[in-house]
């Protein structure tokens, strides 16, 4: 049982260099997630899916992007990478959107380094 | 606005110490309440819920009441061993139809045997 799977784990990037995080999941959940986790400043949602076929805007969603592909996929791509993105991504994922007190499921995060 | 505060860490503890991690909120409507906790190098784990005032989330031996009135949800263990030794955050979610998540800034806890 795989849960929520994100690729890849590591990163690299240069200044203005673009890249796709990609998250899958697969417990037929509706709604997905994108975070990122900066030191003393908790997580942080960027985007989010609450079903297939739309996406919203977070906390923090200036240079980003996402892609609800599917159901089961959903991720985020950087169009010109600067070092103040240089975080640890967090995909999540749950049931469903509409009252639900499920809990989100998170994927072992990527870790990001932009020079 | 929602936001959710908790305790500055590092916590650090002997083994069997009691442990108690402050969260206090705020929030409009009637949030659910969480605390997830994250070891070293993986992503975050539910460890407990409450969805309701005076609901007492518990798992592992860790617990958790959500007090309305103070509008807190903090986290105690009567005994914690090295094995707790993470980072926990607590999290809050509005009665909405997003599911989203608001976060804490996450605490440390570090035991030593």
């Known amino acids: 049982n795989a849960g929520v799977t994100q690729t890849p784990k590591f990163q690299v990037l240069k200044t203005g260099q673009s890249m796709t995080l990609q998250c899958a999941q697969d417990?037929?959940?509706?709604?997905m997630y994108w975070y990122r986790q900066d030191p003393g400043m908790g997580l942080r949602l960027i985007y989010y899916?609450?079903?297939?076929?739309?996406?919203d805007k977070g906390e923090v969603p200036n240079g980003y992007n996402v892609s609800r592909l599917n159901k089961r996929e959903f991720s985020l791509r950087l169009e010109s990478a600067a070092p103040s993105q240089t975080s640890v991504y967090f995909c999540?994922?749950?049931?469903?959107?509409?009252?639900?007190?499920?809990?989100?499921?998170f994927g072992d995060g990527t870790r990001l380094s932009i020079l | 606005g929602n936001s959710v505060t908790q305790m500055e860490g590092p916590v650090t503890l002997s083994e069997e110490a009691f442990l108690t991690i402050n969260c206090t909120y705020t929030?409009?409507?009637?949030?659910?309440l969480f605390w997830y906790v994250q070891y070293p190098g993986e992503g975050l784990q539910l460890l407990l819920k409450?969805?309701?005032?005076?609901d007492k989330g518990s798992n592992k031996g860790f617990e958790a009441t959500y007090r309305k009135e103070t509008t807190s949800f903090h986290l105690e263990k009567g005994s914690v061993q090295v094995s707790d030794s993470a980072v926990y955050f607590c999290?809050?979610?509005?009665?909405?139809?997003?599911?989203?998540?608001?976060f804490g800034q996450g605490t440390t806890l570090q035991v030593k045997p």
């Open positions: 999540a994922s749950s049931p469903q959107g509409d009252y639900s007190n499920q809990p989100q499921h």
């Open positions: 899916s609450a079903s297939e076929g739309t996406t």
């Open positions: 417990m037929n959940h509706n709604s």
């Open positions: 999290a809050l979610r509005l009665s909405s139809n997003t599911g989203k998540l608001i």
């Open positions: 929030a409009t409507g009637y949030p659910s």
């Open positions: 409450a969805t309701k005032a005076d």
